[in-house]
């Protein structure tokens, strides 16, 4: 898109670049003494200088050392056409979520060494994003957590400062101009909250390949074998502009496999020329799901993305079925909710034995390891509980490092709540189990028994969009939510996807847009509950983070509270 705008090139401020001193720069960086350093020295001379006329735009506000640092290079001072603050710090990972790409955070607000400066610094840069989305929000904060509370209140400062120091900046909710929508409500977390559910193996399309397979940054590796049955690897980009990608990330993998082959079906029938035309109605499994792809024109856009996501899938499938994980997702389900399949009650002594007998097994260390961790964070809270959790770590048979893992997920929960009965609600971890599975709304994927578990933020997020949210467990700052009782202004966005492999499904938002933050990361089964609530309530929803983890992330970030990440899994 920037080519069309006439940038003809994109480089990183940190690498070593070719000059070209005809044309003009434009620097989008962070405002830090190392950037202005950075780019004073590409204007060390007349005769060195590396461009011509220089743009420069900060991402967030611009510190006065940074200044100073800028002004004592008369060169650049000279070349500079435009220096500008634009509120982007943060990164827009999909549509509806966005991250700080911040993998530290864990081990800043957690760690022996504390960083007390992040929560505030946090805030700031959620201001960021409230000031590019032109929101002050209502803002609701994690009571029991003092990190939530201080980036509340550092979000809430920030954004009071930046209104009286920019008069033309406006707000939804503050005037009656801009009524399109009322004012946003926004819910500031951190990962203690829910300990479990980034642990849990999901099996939406999504999360299982950020789980099971190489994608980073939401570029995908995958194998594929061509008609001649050589075999390469290829790299995919699953991102918005895949309309396939965005129709059934957040669906069970069953149910995906199962849209793949009727479109495959549909796509044989239709295609004359396609090798496997008479067999148009077999019931194809997902391999031969593979080899139909190969058999068909491979120059169409349609048949490319299709492709791949064949690939994806199956590969998806051969990693659940390589791991033995159809027993181990049982087991979790189990843990996390206090029931089995059947819904008979699964606790004590009954559970334990579920448990060892599984860590006894010739398990990968990396499995046995979160299989104890999910075991740990459901019964610390449990009267009697450590009992158990120390007769699970001796099946266990875990390495000193292994058993730190397990031992930093006390910190992050902070102390026990053995005085929580097992009907608590909201804050602890007594809702994961205690014989009562949460209850929610039936999701498309409530038919699956491996999907019983349901991630707390769902019920927080569903709580607050009906105006339930407890008070006492999520305290309130900064201006007043919309009234209720208020018609509800209508948006002009739209949320869904017009698929060119089914029907437009669009929703029309309305009402009031809340906003989710998780500092400690976020999770893909969160991203999923923001999504189908939006789905479900015709409200925006925007959902993120310090960054986004997968179990595997996360098990390092949790590793990495108390000593150095390269010791860990």
């Given at each position: 898109?920037?080519?069309e705008?006439?940038?003809?090139?994109v480089?990183?401020?940190a690498?070593?670049?070719?000059?070209f001193?005809?044309?003009d720069?434009?620097?989008?960086?962070?405002?830090t003494?190392?950037?202005?350093k950075r780019?004073?020295?590409?204007?060390?001379?007349?005769q060195?200088?590396?461009?011509?006329n220089?743009?420069i735009?900060?991402?967030e506000?611009?510190?006065?050392?940074?200044?100073?640092?800028i002004q004592q290079?008369?060169?650049?001072?000279s070349?500079?056409?435009?220096f500008?603050?634009i509120s982007?710090?943060?990164?827009a990972a999909e549509n509806?979520?966005f991250?700080?790409d911040?993998?530290e955070?864990?081990e800043?607000l957690f760690?022996?060494?504390?960083?007390t400066?992040y929560?505030a610094?946090?805030?700031?840069r959620l201001a960021s994003?409230?000031?590019t989305?032109n929101?002050?929000p209502?803002i609701r904060?994690?009571g029991?957590?003092?990190y939530a509370?201080?980036?509340?209140?550092?979000l809430?400062?920030t954004?009071l400062?930046?209104?009286?120091?920019?008069?033309s900046f406006w707000?939804?909710g503050d005037?009656?101009?801009h009524?399109e929508?009322?004012?946003a409500?926004?819910?500031i977390?951190?990962?203690s909250?829910?300990c479990?559910?980034?642990?849990?193996h999901?099996?939406t399309?999504?999360?299982?390949?950020?789980?099971?397979?190489d994608?980073?940054?939401?570029?995908?590796?995958?194998?594929?074998?061509?008609?001649?049955?050589?075999?390469?690897?290829?790299q995919?980009?699953l991102?918005e502009?895949?309309?396939f990608?965005v129709?059934?990330?957040?669906?069970?993998?069953a149910?995906?496999?199962e849209v793949i082959?009727?479109?495959m079906n549909d796509?044989?029938?239709?295609n004359s020329?396609a090798a496997?035309?008479?067999?148009?109605?077999?019931d194809l499994?997902?391999?031969?799901?593979?080899?139909?792809?190969?058999?068909?024109?491979e120059?169409t856009?349609?048949?490319?993305?299709l492709g791949q996501h064949v690939?994806?899938?199956q590969q998806?499938?051969?990693?659940?079925?390589k791991q033995h994980?159809m027993?181990?997702?049982?087991?979790e389900q189990t843990?996390s909710?206090?029931l089995d399949e059947d819904?008979?009650?699964v606790k004590?002594?009954?559970l334990?034995a579920?448990?060892?007998?599984?860590?006894r097994?010739n398990?990968p260390k990396?499995?046995?390891?979160?299989?104890?961790a999910?075991?740990?964070?459901s019964?610390?809270?449990?009267?009697?509980?450590?009992e158990?959790i120390?007769?699970?770590i001796?099946a266990?048979?875990?390495t000193s490092?292994?058993?730190?893992v397990?031992s930093?997920?006390g910190?992050?929960m902070?102390?026990?709540?053995?005085s929580?009965?097992?009907d608590?609600?909201s804050?602890?971890?007594?809702?994961?189990?205690?014989?009562?599975?949460a209850?929610h709304?039936?999701?498309?994927e409530?038919?699956?028994a491996?999907?019983?578990?349901?991630c707390?933020?769902?019920?927080h997020l569903?709580q607050?969009?009906?105006n339930?949210?407890?008070?006492d467990k999520?305290?309130?700052m900064?201006p007043?939510?919309?009234?209720?009782s208020?018609s509800?202004?209508?948006?002009v966005?739209?949320f869904?996807a017009a698929?060119?492999?089914?029907?437009?499904?669009n929703?029309?938002?309305?009402g009031?847009?809340?906003l989710?933050?998780i500092a400690?990361?976020v999770?893909?089964?969160?991203?999923?509950?923001?999504?189908e609530?939006?789905?479900k309530?015709?409200?925006?929803?925007i959902?993120?983070?310090t960054?986004?983890?997968?179990?595997d992330?996360?098990l390092?970030d949790v590793?990495?509270l108390n000593?150095?990440?390269?010791n860990n899994?």
């Amino acid at each position: 898109d920037i080519m069309e705008r006439r940038v003809t090139l994109v480089e990183q401020l940190a690498k070593n670049r070719q000059p070209f001193p005809d044309m003009d720069v434009i620097y989008l960086a962070s405002p830090t003494v190392d950037t202005a350093k950075r780019i004073c020295a590409d204007f060390e001379s007349r005769q060195k200088a590396k461009y011509g006329n220089v743009h420069i735009f900060f991402i967030e506000t611009c510190p006065n050392e940074v200044f100073s640092t800028i002004q004592q290079c008369p060169l650049l001072v000279s070349k500079i056409k435009t220096f500008k603050e634009i509120s982007l710090d943060f990164i827009a990972a999909e549509n509806n979520v966005f991250h700080f790409d911040a993998s530290e955070a864990l081990e800043k607000l957690f760690g022996t060494a504390k960083d007390t400066s992040y929560p505030a610094y946090l805030g700031r840069r959620l201001a960021s994003l409230c000031i590019t989305l032109n929101e002050h929000p209502s803002i609701r904060f994690q009571g029991s957590s003092g990190y939530a509370r201080e980036i509340a209140t550092s979000l809430h400062q920030t954004l009071l400062a930046y209104k009286r120091t920019n008069a033309s900046f406006w707000t939804y909710g503050d005037d009656h101009i801009h009524h399109e929508r009322e004012r946003a409500q926004i819910l500031i977390l951190d990962r203690s909250f829910d300990c479990l559910s980034p642990l849990m193996h999901e099996y939406t399309y999504q999360a299982m390949a950020n789980d099971l397979l190489d994608v980073n940054e939401g570029v995908i590796s995958y194998k594929t074998t061509n008609n001649k049955g050589t075999e390469s690897e290829k790299q995919g980009l699953l991102n918005e502009t895949d309309e396939f990608w965005v129709e059934l990330r957040h669906q069970h993998i069953a149910k995906v496999i199962e849209v793949i082959k009727d479109r495959m079906n549909d796509i044989i029938q239709n295609n004359s020329g396609a090798a496997l035309a008479k067999k148009s109605g077999a019931d194809l499994d997902i391999t031969t799901m593979a080899a139909a792809v190969k058999k068909l024109p491979e120059y169409t856009q349609t048949m490319t993305k299709l492709g791949q996501h064949v690939a994806i899938a199956q590969q998806c499938m051969d990693a659940f079925s390589k791991q033995h994980l159809m027993d181990l997702s049982q087991i979790e389900q189990t843990i996390s909710t206090g029931l089995d399949e059947d819904g008979k009650e699964v606790k004590g002594q009954k559970l334990l034995a579920l448990v060892t007998e599984q860590l006894r097994k010739n398990m990968p260390k990396e499995q046995r390891t979160r299989l104890l961790a999910i075991y740990y964070v459901s019964q610390r809270n449990v009267p009697g509980g450590d009992e158990f959790i120390q007769q699970a770590i001796t099946a266990a048979r875990l390495t000193s490092s292994e058993q730190l893992v397990i031992s930093n997920f006390g910190r992050l929960m902070g102390p026990p709540e053995m005085s929580a009965g097992p009907d608590k609600k909201s804050g602890g971890m007594m809702s994961f189990f205690g014989g009562k599975a949460a209850k929610h709304a039936p999701t498309a994927e409530g038919e699956y028994a491996d999907t019983r578990h349901v991630c707390l933020l769902k019920s927080h997020l569903e709580q607050l969009m009906s105006n339930s949210l407890p008070v006492d467990k999520f305290p309130a700052m900064g201006p007043a939510p919309a009234n209720a009782s208020k018609s509800e202004a209508k948006s002009v966005r739209k949320f869904g996807a017009a698929s060119k492999f089914g029907k437009k499904d669009n929703v029309q938002l309305s009402g009031v847009r809340y906003l989710v933050f998780i500092a400690g990361g976020v999770a893909y089964p969160e991203l999923r509950a923001a999504y189908e609530l939006m789905q479900k309530e015709s409200r925006e929803v925007i959902i993120g983070g310090t960054h986004l983890i997968n179990p595997d992330t996360y098990l390092v970030d949790v590793g990495a509270l108390n000593t150095s990440r390269s010791n860990n899994l």
